[in-house]
């Protein structure tokens, strides 16, 4: 048996984090009315804390909020925690082009 089963080893954790980030649909995709590709324009992101862990059993936290949609963009704001549920680990803003 490997001492390393870990499919994460080698790779940077900001980069996993920022992976995870990146992975759900936009905040506005429960609105459409049905199937419509999307597509980001402008992503901010801002790692908050120098070593981000995840919470017990590797769980992290995440709200993603649209704020604002029309004429085909939306903008939303992204916060993930980890192990500590006080401070945001990474927060994120933004825009999303909606092809409807």
Do not use: C, K
């Amino acid at each position: 048996s490997d001492d390393n089963d870990d499919d994460s080893a080698g790779v940077d954790p900001e980069v996993s984090l920022l992976a995870l980030a990146d992975m759900p649909p936009p905040a506005m995709v429960p609105r459409f009315d049905g199937v419509a590709p999307v597509a980001t324009t402008t992503w901010l992101v801002n790692f908050l804390l120098d070593h981000p862990t995840p919470h017990t059993g590797g769980w992290w936290l995440l709200r993603s909020r649209a704020d604002h949609a029309r004429h085909g963009f939306s903008s939303q704001d992204m916060t993930l925690w980890g192990a500590d549920l006080r401070n945001p680990a990474l927060v994120a803003r933004q825009a999303v082009a909606i092809y409807q």
